[in-house]
Each structure stands twice: as structure tokens, then as C-alpha cells.
């Protein structure tokens, strides 16, 4: 076996990224030196939406999903053993095909980078890269309605704050 001398920081980086993904230190190698020959992929073209939906899909055990995004949030599944069931989220579509799938295993999943948006010219990009900007104009958002006095940060309401917290010196 062929032996690659590295400072101790790069030493412990590897180690930590082998534990963490439960990888040999050499796969955890392997993996960084193919991102970095991989051939630059360029963003697929932006989605355009059909009257039904943008198509995406989700390769998952060996599988692939095929799909319609329905903005904001909405996923329909359009083939397979859960075709015509339709998800208010993309992530509620991603944990049901995970629990179609591979049951025994914990289903939590990011939706929005789940599934891939199909561009036609084979190029991949997760939905996430065309998911709306947030909203915070709903419930739980405080713009506009906050009411901040002049003296908010302030030395006496810093001391007042640490002294009802136990915290003043």
C-alpha cells in the first residue's frame, strides 16, 4: 500500500470525515480526488413550469420516481407503486418513497434535494435550486409589526437584561 505523507490538520480533517460518513480514510480520499476530476457540470436551464407541474425525479435502492413539482410546494408521483398520490411537500413525497422502499430504515429526508429536476439535456440539479424564496409574511413573522424602543441596545437595558438573568458582573 502506497503511503501519501499530510500535516496533522489534514491528517485529523480526514479522520473526522471518515467517521462521520463511516468510510475507510482511503474511500474518503478517493471520493474528494473524483469531485475534484470530475468534469465541470453545468446548471441545467431553468425549469420551465407545464400546465401540470415541472417534472422531476428520485433515483432511490435502484428505483426512479417520476414526478410533478406544483409550486409553491405540492409533489404528485406520477408512476410506479405510488402513482397518483399527491404530497403537500416535497420532503412528504421523498419519506414515502423512502418508506415504499427501504421500510426498516429512519424515512427523514430533504425533499428539496431528494428529488432532481428532469432539464431534458441530462444535466441534474436538485428542486432546490428552483424552490420559491421564503415568504415571511405569514404566521410567526414579526416584519412590521415590532415595536423597538430607541434605547433597545443600550449599556442600561444590556446591564437590566444580564441582572434578570444572573449573568451582570
Known amino acids: 500500500m502506497a503511503t501519501i505523507e499530510v500535516d496533522e490538520y489534514t491528517k ?12 475507510p480514510e482511503g474511500a474518503v480520499i478517493r471520493r474528494l480526488i473524483a469531485d475534484l476530476t470530475a468534469p465541470e457540470q453545468t446548471p441545467p436551464p431553468p ?6 407541474g415541472i417534472p422531476i425525479h428520485a433515483d432511490y ?7 410533478r413539482y406544483i409550486a409553491p410546494a405540492r409533489v404528485e408521483i406520477v408512476d410506479g407503486p405510488l402513482a397518483g398520490q399527491s404530497y403537500r411537500s416535497p420532503t412528504g413525497a ?14 427523514n429526508r430533504n425533499g428539496w434535494t431528494f428529488w432532481q429536476v428532469d432539464s431534458g439535456s441530462g444535466s441534474r440539479a436538485p428542486l ?6 421564503t415568504i415571511r409574511s405569514g404566521r410567526g413573522s414579526l416584519q412590521g409589526r ?16 444580564a441582572q434578570d438573568f444572573g449573568v451582570a458582573p
Open 12 to 23: 485529523q480533517a480526514v479522520v473526522f470525515a471518515a467517521r462521520v460518513a463511516n468510510l
Open 47 to 52: 425549469a420551465t413550469e407545464i400546465a401540470d
Open 61 to 67: 435502492e435502484g428505483h426512479r420516481v417520476r414526478a
Open 94 to 107: 421523498a419519506r414515502a418513497v423512502v418508506r415504499l422502499y427501504n421500510p426498516d430504515i429512519n424515512d
Open 128 to 133: 432546490q435550486s428552483i424552490r420559491p424564496g
Open 146 to 161: 415590532a415595536v423597538i424602543a430607541d434605547d433597545w441596545d443600550s449599556p442600561e437595558t444590556n446591564d437590566s437584561i
